[in-house]
């Protein structure tokens, strides 16, 4: 979900640091992948902040954006979602937790030929506003689904 | 080694629908433990899909996807007999790697 131009500063300068962390023998050569995992993004700790840190901003809602899962949750550790975008030129989907810990539960490119059409599994600490984000011909949208939770899981 | 994820990958029409169960502890890195503890965080940042050799999906997660994650997309363009494979790296640098063929 960023601009290309902050994937290409993020790349290079991502690969200066690990050339220089790897000839320091700090890091071994299998971690470097995990380089193109965006945790600012995942630290967030609100909406509009997980936006930001995705490479959006003030996202549109839609109606054209469809979450399914259950209203009433009984079990926060597992709770299915489903979401699909009906917005043309969809490229990727993220589904935001508000009240979770930390906002964004998990993000999906989507390439030209894959359906815009997410189906998984998230925790849910409590009784929460649910949004599917989604980025489509470089646009943010959004819509949101109240979730009620009757049994916490993120605690112990 | 983490175990093994069950693919099954079939055509649904003229798409290919994949379901994905991947065996994760997905642990949040906020939970104690029986002392007091903080259990650290392990689970899986990075997913991708691959069929013939094109990305078909690619996901970025956090520790909010629920424990033995599952997944299910559509994409077009593959055809029985044809090769998906999914792989992930968690954030431990554990990675593993599983196929499936279309059926």
Not at chain 1, 99 to 120: H, M, S, V
Not at chain 2, 16 to 31: D, I, P
Not at chain 2, 38 to 65: D, R, Y
């Amino acid at each position: 979900m960023r601009s290309g131009r902050r994937k290409v500063l993020q790349g290079t300068g991502g690969l200066a640091v690990m050339g220089l962390a790897m000839a320091a023998g700090l890091f071994k050569p299998g971690l470097a992948r995990a380089e193109s995992w965006n945790k600012a993004a995942f630290e967030t700790k609100s909406f509009a902040d997980a936006v930001k840190a995705l490479g959006g901003s003030q996202p549109a809602e839609s109606k054209d954006i469809a979450i399914n899962s259950p209203d009433i949750a009984e079990n926060g550790a597992v709770v299915p979602f489903a979401i699909e975008s009906r917005i043309p030129k969809t490229e990727a989907i993220a589904i935001l937790v508000e009240k979770n810990p930390n906002t964004l539960a998990a993000e999906f490119e989507i390439p030209q030929g894959t359906d815009p059409w997410i189906n998984t599994r998230v925790k849910m600490g409590q009784t929460s506003r649910v949004i599917a984000l989604v980025k489509a011909d470089g646009k943010y949208y959004y819509n949101a689904k109240e979730v009620k939770v009757t049994l916490g899981g993120c605690g112990g | 080694m983490a175990d093994p994820m069950k693919i099954r990958a079939a055509m649904a029409g003229d798409k290919v629908e994949v379901k994905v169960l991947m065996a994760h502890e997905m642990e949040t890195g906020q939970r104690k433990d029986a002392s007091g503890k903080v259990i650290p965080a392990w689970f899986i940042q990075n997913v991708t899909a691959t069929c013939n050799g094109k990305t078909v999906l690619s996901a970025e997660w956090g520790p909010a996807v629920a424990k033995n994650p599952f997944l299910s997309f559509r994409f077009s363009g593959g055809k029985p007999g044809d090769k998906v494979v999914i792989s992930w790296v968690d954030n431990h640098g554990d990675k593993r790697s599983d196929e499936a063929v279309i059926s």
